[in-house]
């Protein structure tokens, strides 16, 4: 996901000088050394996808033209002999063979008096406790195939995201208990299987606070972390082996003041591996060490050479704001930041579609109707779904060709999957891709949508992507 032209913008990394326009209710800045030409990325110009039309089920209004089916809710006997649990959340998708999809959903559930451990019973087919997760596997027709715990033992399960050894990495939105406490819950990451329910170990080197959610850079392996405290940093964790979250080094990024300038803001990181399982809490040491405060991380996404994270409660008007952080030139930009609650309000989870830069931002908000926002690759900002049950939308993914959304409602205890015509640009790129030169000698070493991808998402031409292939690099 990124909000530039997908070449353009990503090649130049910025746009027009201090640049603000009013977009859809909000604030849309834009930064760097000169403005780009026009677009030219493969999509036609964007205009939402209409009004949404009232639900006579009262569960999603969506646009005319698209329609949702109901995959699970709260209450549903399982599987393995449980009932589904509720507040489902954050989730991610996995490729589970055969055209079918495994949705991994996380529960964020915590019972007073209970321990982690008396989460969801596996074993004994309990599923009525403090958190964990769940797995559904959905054929292409959208009927379930099956439904189980695919996670147990933690509490307040909210978002978190894919490894990529192909697991789903669930998060506790927990503080860390006074005493301290051994590393198994609060507060930590753990790794999941949403297939087997054979459950990998936490990773203290992750932190232990209110984890909200994660991704890998890809380029380098980095992760980065966000965390919902009204008093929240910004984390990332450089791991000492790759693809290996045993051990690294976990720091907290640290800006000048966030208010009052749209200028780009060169960042530093600062390292906070020593704070462990004490009882002090992460977020106050990091600042007393001069780490940036945000009112309340929420999702987190990767796309181009970016990654993007919004702060739930940022900005003037309390209700939102979405940062744009480049590794490459250690800088945060603010991509947007809401000033009414009809456009965006305290965004949550986000994620992009795949093969369009368009964000998904899924509300959490005080305003009812809560909605499921996209912002399209230009910053336009429109609503495509409200939910109509009185819930906040959570854990929106996509299956692998952007064409079928999946959202949980949260308080509902629901989970759906959303169709119809939504757009798409890889077709395009595809098209352009194969269109190109190939070197010297005729050899095609790119597939078409590896070559698409890099057309769009790096700004390369198709030959200099099978240029880059014929060195050894990756695209």
């Not at 195939?145 to 978002?159: L, R």
Request: glycine share 14%; net charge negative; proline share 7%.
């Amino acid at each position: 996901m990124e909000h530039f032209s997908r070449r353009q913008f990503l090649r130049a990394g910025a746009v027009g000088a201090a640049g603000a326009a009013a977009v859809g209710g909000g604030a849309w800045w834009a930064f760097g050394a000169g403005r780009p030409p026009a677009p030219d990325d493969g999509l036609p110009p964007f205009a939402g996808y209409g009004p949404v039309v009232d639900d006579p089920d009262g569960v999603l209004n969506l646009p005319e033209g698209f329609r949702y089916t109901v995959l699970a809710a709260a209450g549903d006997r399982m599987d393995d002999g449980g009932r589904r649990p509720r507040l489902p959340d954050g989730a991610e998708v996995f490729d589970a063979g055969n055209g079918r999809l495994a949705l991994c959903s996380n529960h964020e559930i915590r019972e007073p008096g209970k321990r982690p451990n008396a989460a969801l019973d596996r074993r004994g087919g309990r599923a009525t406790s403090a958190g964990g997760c769940t797995t559904l596997i959905v054929n292409q027709d959208n009927t379930v195939e099956s439904e189980f715990v695919s996670q147990s033992d933690t509490v307040m399960n909210c978002a978190g995201g894919k490894s990529p050894w192909g697991t789903w990495l669930t998060c506790e939105e927990i503080d860390v208990p006074p005493s301290g406490g051994d590393d198994r819950g609060y507060g930590m990451v753990y790794d999941v299987d949403p297939f087997t329910g054979d459950n990998g170990p936490p990773y203290p080197a992750l932190g232990r606070f209110r984890h909200e959610a994660l991704v890998f850079d890809p380029a380098t392996g980095i992760v980065y972390l966000t965390e919902d405290h009204p008093q929240g940093l910004f984390y990332r964790f450089l791991p000492q082996r790759r693809d290996d979250l045993s051990a690294g080094r976990l720091e907290a990024l640290a800006v000048p003041a966030l208010g009052g300038t749209t200028d780009p803001l060169r960042v530093e990181w600062i390292d906070v591996s020593d704070v462990r399982a004490s009882g002090e809490s992460l977020h106050g040491v990091g600042a007393d060490r001069g780490a940036t405060v945000f009112d309340g991380c929420e999702g987190i996404t990767h796309f181009g050479r970016a990654i993007y994270f919004d702060e739930g409660e940022g900005g003037d008007a309390g209700l939102g704001r979405i940062w744009r952080y480049h590794p490459a030139g250690e800088r945060l930009e603010l991509w947007y930041e809401s000033s009414d609650a009809s456009a965006l309000q305290q965004p949550d989870n986000l994620r992009d579609q795949p093969g369009t830069g368009d964000l998904y931002l899924c509300e959490d908000g005080a305003h009812a109707p809560n909605k499921l926002v996209v912002q399209s690759g230009r910053g336009e900002v429109f609503t495509f779904a409200e939910d109509a049950t009185g819930s906040e939308l959570a854990g929106a993914c996509w299956d692998p060709t952007g064409r079928r959304l999946f959202v949980n409602l949260h308080q509902a205890g629901l989970t759906v999957a959303i169709e119809g015509p939504f757009r798409e640009a890889l077709a395009a790129e595809r098209e352009r891709a194969a269109a190109g030169t190939a070197p010297a000698g005729g050899v095609r070493r790119a597939d078409p949508d590896t070559a698409a991808r890099a057309v769009r998402d790096r700004g390369m031409t198709p030959l200099e992507v099978e240029a880059a292939l014929a060195l050894g690099l990756r695209v």
